[in-house]
């Protein structure tokens, strides 16, 4: 049984697509897209050899090593050109880690441009949003959904041939998510809120308070005010 979580991520994979699913651990999201007829070929990218083993034991005990292929590196160089990898997953890690995963195989030519990028970043979606922004990749689709008193964003993505805008709300709190204004963006955001109180509760107890840093997050606040409004 697949998370909520990766079968949402699975959702937004075209069918037939060939997938590079980056830090994969156990494979579960290729193998289950193989499994559902989604897809025929997948790459299961590792860089811990733990997981790697894990994503290796996963695949025979399926049966599928013809159609998902474990490979040992780091980040997109998991991804070689004959795969022809149209669909690239990156889920379950920080969102500054899937940025720099994602620069890092920007600089070393393993983005052709005609992958659908399918992101769900833990934390920090902020710099996913920026890195998609500064390399052209405009926001195709978002989800955010909770499973297991935990909050998930997923972002999919397009590289676009016009410059894409994108402001810092956007950023900040997503290009659809706002407009859907779920029940789950709400709570997510206003959990943020509190948190926010709590840090600035404990800033003013300081000798000497950290005033910038207090009206930073008053600001932050803020905008989460104006997006809930
Ligand atoms: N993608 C799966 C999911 O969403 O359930 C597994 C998420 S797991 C929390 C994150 C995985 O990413 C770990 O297995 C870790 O070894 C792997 N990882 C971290 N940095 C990586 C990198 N630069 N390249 C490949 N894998 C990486």
Known sequence: QLSKRLETVASFVPKKS?????????A????????????DFAVAG????????NAKNQIIESGLTEKVIARMASGLNAIEQEDEIDVITICGMGGMLIANI??????????SGKERLILQPNVVEVEVRMWLKNHAYKI??????????????????EKSSEEVELSIEEAIFGVELPKKNSAVFVKKWRQEQKHIDRIIENLQKAKKPNLSKITELEGMKKRIEEVLK
């Open 140 to 157: 195709v689709a978002e989800e955010i959904l909770e499973e297991n008193e935990k909050i998930y964003e997923i972002i999919v993505a």
């Open 46 to 53: 590792e860089v811990v050899k733990g997981p790697f083993e």
């Open 18 to 26: 060939r997938v590079a699913d980056i830090g994969s651990d156990h």
């Open 102 to 111: 994602l620069e890092d195989g920007f600089q070393e030519g393993k983005l």
């Open 28 to 39: 579960y999201l290729p193998i289950y897209l193989v499994n559902q007829g989604v897809i």
